[in-house]
């Protein structure tokens, strides 16, 4: 099933769109890096926060859904701390909080590649009782 989900997270369209690399999956955690590319900048010249968001929602996704069930987002609390250079290479890191039958939490930290703190994210995931099948 990991291996599945892995190729599912490789194919999607906005994983290519931004660049982004599933390094490390198990249930209820993944990691997740990206590079930050000129095309990313928002109207400052600084990477945008879509494009930080878009790195820590991949990362939450491979981590809530490794269980093997349907898992969707419910609510997301990013924080930024730093904003990382054009060239940088980002590293989301999912760590799982708690995870019961209906609902799981979250923590989601983006680190630069000295290990400087980026952003951090609060998450609730909505667990279905449906299970995932990319086993095909």
């Known amino acids: 099933m990991l291996a599945g989900l892995q190729q599912k997270v ?35 010249g600084m990477v945008h ?8 929602d991949e990362a939450f996704q491979a981590a809530v859904n490794a269980h093997g069930a349907v898992a969707v987002a419910l609510n997301m609390n990013l924080t930024f701390h730093a904003a990382p ?5 980002l590293t989301a890191t999912t760590r799982e909080l708690h995870c019961g039958k209906r609902t799981a939490t979250y ?7 000295r290990g400087g703190l980026v952003a951090t ?14 086993t095909f």
């Open 85 to 89: 250079a054009m060239g940088e290479r």
């Open 10 to 44: 490789d194919e999607q369209g906005i994983s290519r769109f931004f660049g982004t690399e599933l390094e490390e999956l198990g249930p209820g955690r993944a990691k997740v890096a990206m590079t930050c590319k000129p095309e990313m900048a928002n109207i400052l």
């Open 107 to 113: 923590f989601i930290e983006v680190t630069d590649s």
């Open 49 to 56: 926060g879509t494009a930080l968001f878009a790195l820590i």
């Open 121 to 134: 994210c609060q998450a609730l995931a909505y667990r279905k009782s449906q299970a995932l099948d990319f």
